[in-house]
Structures are given as structure tokens and as C-alpha cells.
């Protein structure tokens, strides 16, 4: 048999020259001999007598072409020898999609190979830190109920209404600010807290506040004021003093409603100490004055006493002697009903000799040049 380039096939009897020829051969050659390719030859390779090479030999090496170049003879050798560029381009496609295929399987394989490896890291992890997630979860939720339940406290005691009594010197938006101070201060259960067997102390002119709760939004405040007799201008500062004469204060600021005293003697002034003064008795007589003052609503600059024990009262423009520590209440509830007629002027009243049966008051007004 012989291939030839156009792709088909031929076929010759010669033999090979170190093979004996067929006529020679015999049975235990090549089987029978003579007549093989005679009349018998059908048995050998065809169906027709004499036919030479039949179809079933045809058959045979084309099955083989097939098998060799897939597809046929003609088929096989035409894509083998055809470079034409419509072949060229249909092979290179071939192959890029051929390669397409491969990395689109390689990263798909390290693709699952990277998932199952985070798996088997989650895995891993869990196994290691399965007892902490668990507790830190118990814990979170235990935390979070915690702070709900804050949240509802807080919600159904927040203050609404705050009542304060007692208060002379500071306003009620003072005293709040001082007792209801900080993040919770407006709460009626961290006031109640906070201030338990327990006052508000510390403050400038108050002896001490107490806090009552009434109910979840409501508060009484109320204010222990320090009795405060007077004040003292010494080196610059108000020096303020109680009923007994002890300093309590030392202030750059005056406080309403509380007189300055005057004409007192004195080497030095230390802070919760009494003024060092020769009668003590003195201290006594101030407040009861000042205590008059307030209960007649006559509000006084200054009082003056001088080196023996005479007081005098000061407002605006007018003084007032009073004389001796004698019907002080007559004297000043008489002079709450003067001063106010006398604004704008400038004068001195005399009540040393006021007594119950001899009413003598007498104003000298002061002319001006």
C-alpha cells in the first residue's frame, strides 16, 4: 500500500526482495497456494473471483487511516497539510479556548482550595475559641439587659418638679445647680443616693441643704442659711460674722440684706474666729437689729456704733441715730415709715430720747451749697 500526497490510496503486489513469492509459499506460510488468488481468492481477500485486493482489504486500511488522522483519509491528510490562514486562525482559537479552559480550572481549583481552607481555619477556630464566643456572649447579653434596664430607671425618675425653701442669698436656679449637679443629677433615685443620712455642705453663707425625694419626679431642696449678723470691710474683703460674732465668710461680694457695721475695734480677723472686740454683747445687739430690719422690710447701707455702744443707721442719704439699745422695735418700726418719705433728701433724724410716752423724733436737713 503507498500514501500519496493527494490524500488517497494505492496499492502494489510487488514483494520484497528478501521475501519468497507467493506462488513458492506454502501452507504453513502464508495458507493456501496456486489457486489462492484464483478462483479461491474470494475466501482470501473478496468476494469476486479474481478480483485481486477486494473491499474487505479496502475497508481494513481505511479503518486504520481513520484511527491514525481521525475522520477519514482525506479528511486526516487535509487538515494535516493545510496551513491555509482560515486553518491557522481555527487551530490558534482552538487552543487559546483550550487554555482559557485550563485557568479557568486552575483558579476554579484554587479557588475551592482557598474556601475549603478558610473552612478548615473557621473550623479550627471555633474549636479553639468556642467556651470564650459562648461566655462573651452570656456576658453581652447579660451587659445589654443591664443597660435596658438602666434606661428604664432613669426614664421613670427623672426629675420634673423641684421645690426650694429656705433660700435668701442664692436664687432657686443656684441652689438646683449646686444640689443637681453632673450627668444624673436630674435623677430622683441617684439624689436619693447620693444625699442618703447625708447633707449638702460646703457652700458659701449656708449652713447646710437637705434633699427629699417626694416621689420619682418630684424634690424639696431646702436651704439652712448662716444667721449672718453683719460684715466687716477689712483689707479689701467682706469679712461676714454670726449672731456671736464668729467669721463665717470672706467674700469680694456683697450679700443682700446684710449691713455693713462700722466703729467696731479690732487688731485682726481670722476666718471662724470671733472679732476680737471688748464687748461681745455687741455681736447680740446687731442681730437683734438686723432682724428688725427685715421684719420691717427697711433696707439700711450701714451701721455704726460708736465707742459707747450708740447706733447709728445709714440709708442713702439719711442717718438715723438711735441712741442706746432701747425700744429698738419701736424706734425702728417708726423709722420704716419716715425713710421712704424722705427719698432725695439729705438729713440726720434724732431718736436717742424715743420713748413710748414721748415720741421725740426729730429730722435736720442737710442743706446743700
Not at 497456494?33 to 484464483?38: C, D, F, I
Amino acid at each position: 500500500m503507498i500514501f500519496r500526497r493527494d490524500g488517497k490510496t494505492s496499492y502494489s503486489t510487488d514483494l520484497p526482495p528478501d521475501e519468497p513469492d507467493a506462488g513458492d509459499m506454502d501452507q504453513d506460510g502464508y495458507g493456501q497456494t496456486g489457486a489462492e488468488y484464483g478462483e479461491e481468492g474470494s475466501a482470501g481477500y473478496g468476494e469476486e473471483p479474481g478480483g485481486g485486493y477486494g473491499s474487505e482489504t479496502d475497508a481494513v486500511y481505511e479503518d486504520e487511516a481513520d484511527r491514525e488522522y481521525g475522520g477519514g483519509t482525506d479528511a486526516g491528510y487535509a487538515d494535516k497539510d493545510d496551513y491555509s490562514p482560515e486553518s491557522i486562525k481555527r487551530r490558534a482559537e482552538a487552543l487559546r479556548e483550550e487554555s482559557l479552559e485550563q485557568e479557568a480550572a486552575r483558579r476554579a481549583e484554587e479557588e475551592e482550595w482557598r474556601r475549603a481552607s478558610r473552612e478548615r481555619k473557621r473550623r479550627l477556630w471555633w474549636e479553639q475559641h468556642r467556651k470564650r464566643v459562648i461566655l462573651n456572649g452570656i456576658l453581652s447579653g447579660v451587659l445589654l439587659i443591664l443597660v435596658i434596664t438602666a434606661l428604664t430607671i432613669y426614664r421613670q425618675h427623672e426629675i420634673v418638679n423641684i421645690e426650694v425653701t429656705g433660700n435668701t442669698i442664692y436664687t432657686d436656679e443656684q441652689i438646683i445647680d449646686t444640689v443637681c449637679k453632673g450627668p444624673m443629677g436630674h435623677n430622683s433615685l441617684y439624689l436619693a443616693l447620693k444625699y442618703r443620712n447625708k447633707t449638702v455642705e460646703n457652700v458659701p453663707f449656708v449652713e447646710k441643704m437637705t434633699v427629699d425625694i417626694l416621689s420619682a419626679d418630684t424634690v424639696r431642696i431646702t436651704v439652712y442659711e448662716k444667721a449672718l449678723a453683719g460684715y466687716v470691710d477689712y483689707l479689701g474683703n467682706y469679712m461676714y460674722f454670726t449672731r456671736d460674732g464668729t467669721i463665717v465668710e470672706a467674700s469680694s461680694e456683697k450679700v443682700s440684706g446684710i449691713p455693713e457695721v462700722t466703729g467696731l475695734k479690732f487688731d485682726y480677723i481670722a476666718l471662724n474666729e470671733k472679732l476680737p472686740v471688748e464687748n461681745n454683747d455687741i455681736f447680740q445687739q446687731i442681730l437683734d437689729i438686723t432682724q428688725l430690719l427685715d421684719k420691717y422690710k427697711l433696707s439700711v447701707d450701714r451701721l455704726y456704733f460708736d465707742s459707747y455702744d450708740n447706733v447709728s443707721l445709714f440709708s442713702g442719704g439719711v442717718r438715723a441715730d438711735l441712741g442706746q439699745n432701747e425700744y429698738m422695735e419701736e424706734k425702728i418700726s417708726n423709722l420704716a415709715q419716715i425713710i421712704p418719705k424722705l427719698s432725695g433728701k439729705t438729713g440726720t433724724i434724732d431718736m436717742t430720747g424715743y420713748t413710748p410716752d414721748q415720741q421725740n423724733i426729730l429730722f435736720v436737713e442737710k442743706k446743700e451749697n
